[in-house]
Every structure is written in structure tokens, then in C-alpha cells.
């Protein structure tokens, strides 16, 4: 059964970090490219990173190229995603899954910028 559960988000002032964590389970991580998405209220999805496989090359949407960083660790099957210089924008639910056919979603990880 396949699982991604994602944590670390919260409540963070504008100009600060965060860290999320997906830990995925029940399919071959580490042969599949990884990846991160958000979606604000009221919003469709949108991706804000991905990590490819085995070669680990990335890819950003301008809107967070510079501040986020994706990564894996394919021994834990955990991909994460440093946030820096976040903006209220950035407001939304995280999720991490597979490219389109996605698995079924996790409950994501509500991330909160605000002062």
C-alpha cells in the first residue's frame, strides 16, 4: 500500500526557513522521480520542485527558483524540501507525490507565512 505522509510545516514569519519532510512508502523510491506541490486556498495545485532519479537533477518554477531546494534520501525513501526567504505567498498545503499517474495523496503539511 502506498503511502506519503508529509510534516514540518507551521507558522512562520515572512523572511523565514522551514523544512518539509515526505516519507513515502510501499513503491520503489528510489527509481522514481520525486515531487513537491502546493496548493493555496481557494487555488489549483501547483509543482514548486522536482527531483529526479538516479541523477538527482532539479527543477524550480520561478516563483520559488533561489529559495526552495529539493532533495532526497533514497536509504530513509524521504524526499524534503528546504524553504528560505519565505513569503506569504507561499501560504498553501504541501504535498509531495510521483508525476502524473499521481498515488493517492497524503494529508499534506499546512505551511503559514504570516508576522
Known amino acids: 500500500q502506498v503511502q506519503l505522509m508529509e510534516s514540518g510545516g507551521g507558522l512562520v514569519q515572512p523572511g523565514g526557513s522551514l523544512r518539509l519532510s515526505c516519507a513515502a512508502s510501499g513503491f520503489s523510491f528510489s527509481s522514481l522521480t520525486m515531487h513537491w506541490y502546493r496548493q493555496a486556498p481557494g487555488k489549483g495545485r501547483e509543482l514548486v520542485a522536482l527531483?529526479?532519479?538516479?541523477?538527482?537533477?532539479?527543477y524550480y518554477p520561478d516563483s520559488v527558483k533561489g529559495r526552495f531546494t529539493i532533495s532526497r534520501d533514497n536509504a530513509k525513501n524521504t524526499v524534503y524540501l528546504q524553504m528560505n526567504s519565505l513569503k506569504p505567498e507561499d501560504t498553501a498545503v504541501y504535498y509531495c507525490?510521483?508525476?502524473?499517474?499521481?498515488?493517492?495523496w497524503g494529508q499534506g503539511t499546512q505551511v503559514t507565512v504570516s508576522s
Open positions: 507525490n510521483r508525476p502524473p499517474p499521481h498515488y493517492s
Open positions: 527531483i529526479t532519479s538516479p541523477d538527482d537533477s532539479t
